[in-house]
């Protein structure tokens, strides 16, 4: 079974502070998923990425995958109170539409 | 459009009682899956429905169970509740039951005391 591994598991940060969270895999990952939930409120997706190297952006929000597929960042930028959150990365898989949550990273940015 | 709507948002039930928790799908969507998440940590995956069927499971006892019907909507039942038991309950729907695009629901928190 595929694991996720988030770190860190807490971020607290000033705001337009930068940060970086990480999510890394026991196994290769067939595609990667990039979650954002607020408190009360489901998950909602911010990305996917599917190909090894592959860098996508989303305004201040810049996602990396590794190389082998086995690793993946999430980098924000000039961090606002408005990216608190728990952010959460998933792997899905295309055989059988299940997918596997890592722990999550809880940031909380101060005005 | 509507998205993926569960309900009730709040539930408080007593160890040893039983429990349903309703999802409706987004429109277009026949996949229905529910996840557990305990609080600060990352949803588990408990089941998925596709036409009217239990297609995996996770790693969940068998007191946890579900029903799809022929709308798409959704049931989750949980028998003889324990403390542990409590968590937010996530639905989520896609199309095709191999396709991971998941639009989730705000969620059931259910308290056991």
């Known amino acids: 079974t595929q694991l996720l591994e988030q770190s860190p598991q807490f971020l607290s940060i000033q705001e337009g502070e930068n940060l970086t969270v990480y999510c890394n895999s026991s196994s290769v990952f067939s595609s990667l998923q990039w979650y954002r939930q607020e408190p009360g409120e489901g998950p909602v997706l911010l990305v996917t990425?599917?190909?090894?190297?592959e860098v996508k952006k989303l305004k201040r929000l810049t996602f990396q995958f590794g190389d082998a597929r086995k690793d993946s960042s999430l980098h924000i930028t000039a961090a606002q109170p408005g990216d608190t959150g728990l952010y959460l990365c998933?792997?899905?898989?295309?055989?059988?539409?299940?997918?596997?949550f890592g722990q999550g990273t809880t940031l909380q940015v101060k005005p | 459009d509507a998205g993926v709507t569960q309900s009730p948002t709040h539930l408080i039930k007593t160890r040893g009682q039983q429990v349903t928790l309703r999802c409706s799908p987004k429109s277009g969507h026949d996949t229905v899956s529910w996840y557990q998440q305990a609080l600060g940590q990352g949803p588990q995956f408990i089941f998925q429905?596709?036409?009217?069927?239990?297609?995996q499971r996770g790693n969940f006892p068998d007191r946890f169970s579900g029903h799809q019907f022929p709308n798409y909507s959704s049931e989750l039942n949980v028998n003889a509740l324990l403390l542990g038991d409590s968590a937010l309950y996530l639905c989520a729907s896609t199309r095709g039951s191999r396709n991971y695009g998941y639009t989730f629901g705000s969620g059931t928190r259910l308290t056991v005391v």
């Open positions: 990425v599917v190909t090894g190297g």
């Open positions: 429905y596709y036409e009217e069927e239990e297609r």
């Open positions: 998933a792997s899905g898989s295309s055989n059988t539409g299940k997918l596997i």
